[in-house]
T-cell receptor, first 112, second 112 residues
Framework: DGGITQSPKYLFRKEGQNVTLSCEQN?????MYWYRQDPGQGLRLIYY???????QKGDIAEGYSVSREKKESFPLTVTSAQKNPTAFYLC???????????FGSGTRLTVV | RKEVEQDPGPFNVPEGATVAFNCTYS??????FFWYRQDCRKEPKLLMS???SGNEDGRFTAQLNRASQYISLLIRDSKLSDSATYLC?????????????FGQGTRLTINP
């Protein structure tokens, strides 16, 4: 079945550590996105990529980095520079921007 | 002004009731509109796209008013399983690329 897989589902990080969240899709979608959701809040765009080897900053890119070396994969690194990284991270993909997105099941990151 | 605004609720209604959500958006050039449903601690899932002529899917009806920049979702004969957060989503132009912007969501609880 086609879909988006995010891993891990839960992640605990010590302060000062970098962590990488995985996002893989087999939908043959060109565009991929990373969002962050805090309790009681909407989704905020971190980074997006519309094509392999190209990506753009979203609204809250500081403290995050991404790569898009393959169409299927769009990993997100949460660096130690991110001041408040505890959140629910959602990866999504779409055929084109004007279409709805398909989301992965998310990674819940907690800094301990 | 937020790009997409929703009444966060919560809405508590009895089973079988009709409930309506509204959403306003600020970018008059927006072209695509969606309603997503998000269950607690899960990823958002596309409920329905919203078309200018209005559209219906079973008990759900979505309307778009471009002049007022307003989108609505009506749920008839509500079921316990309709309890969720409903996200209004609008595409918007940012840095030369179309992006989806999410409202903060309206929480709905259907009571037996």
């Amino acid at each position: 079945d086609g879909g988006i897989t995010q891993s891990p589902k839960y992640l605990f990080r010590k302060e000062g550590q970098n962590v990488t969240l995985s996002c893989e899709q087999n939908l043959n979608h060109d565009a991929m996105y990373w969002y962050r959701q805090d309790p009681g809040q909407g989704l905020r765009l971190i980074y997006y990529s519309q094509i392999v080897n190209d990506f753009q900053k979203g609204d809250i890119a500081e403290g995050y980095s991404v790569s898009r070396e393959k169409k299927e994969s769009f990993p997100l690194t949460v660096t130690s520079a991110q001041k408040n990284p505890t959140a629910f991270y959602l990866c999504a993909s779409s055929e084109r921007d004007l279409y709805g997105y398909t989301f992965g099941s998310g990674t819940r990151l907690t800094v301990v | 002004r937020k790009e997409v605004e929703q009444d966060p609720g919560p809405f508590n209604v009895p089973e079988g009731a009709t409930v309506a959500f509204n959403c306003t958006y600020s970018n008059s050039a927006s072209q695509s509109f969606f309603w997503y449903r998000q269950d607690c601690r899960k990823e958002p899932k596309l409920l329905m796209s919203v078309y200018s002529s209005g559209n219906e899917d079973g008990r759900f009806t979505a309307q778009l008013n471009r002049a007022s920049q307003y989108i609505s979702l009506l749920i008839r004969d509500s079921k316990l399983s309709d309890s969720a957060t409903y996200l209004c989503v609008v595409n918007t132009l940012k840095r030369g690329a179309q992006k989806l912007v999410f409202g903060q969501g309206t929480r709905l609880t259907i009571n037996p």
